[in-house]
């Protein structure tokens, strides 16, 4: 597999016959899961940056190369969305003593961001349909991204003031 087809379908997720999105985006908490206890969220922060720039013009080659291509095996845009919505979930589940707060955190990251990305609601499915080529692949995930983070931020603070 060539390196630019690796990294836009994180890993081989996108080749997968059916659930890449999901599949990918798993596997995106758990990297990235693995990247806050190891380096920090910072580190994250900076990697799903630096990783959405990049995809914005490594996915505008690949469709110009592929022109009959949908774009459906491209799932490095999932894994960013993932990354946020992880983030999101996590920042805000450091500031409660609840047990097992961190786990339930990633579980409600993965599907609340799974929720925003398959539903594509409001802006995030603007997004989707009109913008084209990277800029609405990345972008409509990273905004599922954050609404996801939101959505679990909000369930792990009710966690936090329940227990």
């Known amino acids: 597999m060539q390196p630019q087809t690796l990294f836009l379908t994180f890993f081989g997720t996108g080749k997968l016959p059916s659930m890449r999105v999901a599949f990918a985006a798993l596997l995106a908490i758990a990297v990235g899961a ?6 920090g969220m910072e580190t994250l922060f900076m990697l799903m940056f630096a990783i959405s720039i990049i995809s914005l013009f490594e996915i505008n080659k690949y469709l110009t190369k592929h022109p009959e291509s949908d774009g459906s095996e491209i799932t490095i845009d999932d894994a960013t969305g993932a ?12 500031h ?5 707060i961190q786990p339930i955190a990633m579980a409600l990251a993965f599907v609340s961001f ?8 409001s802006t995030i499915g603007w997004m989707a349909r009109k913008l084209k080529g990277g800029w609405g692949i ?19 603070m009710g966690m936090g003031r329940l227990f």
């Open 138 to 156: 990345v972008l409509s995930s990273l905004l599922s991204g954050m609404a996801g983070g939101l959505l679990s931020a909000l369930i792990v």
């Open 114 to 121: 799974m929720l925003f990305q398959t539903w594509k609601p």
């Open 83 to 94: 990354w946020m919505s992880l983030m999101v979930a996590l920042s805000t589940a450091q």
């Open 96 to 100: 409660y003593e609840v047990s097992y």
């Open 34 to 39: 693995a990247i806050v206890v190891s380096l």
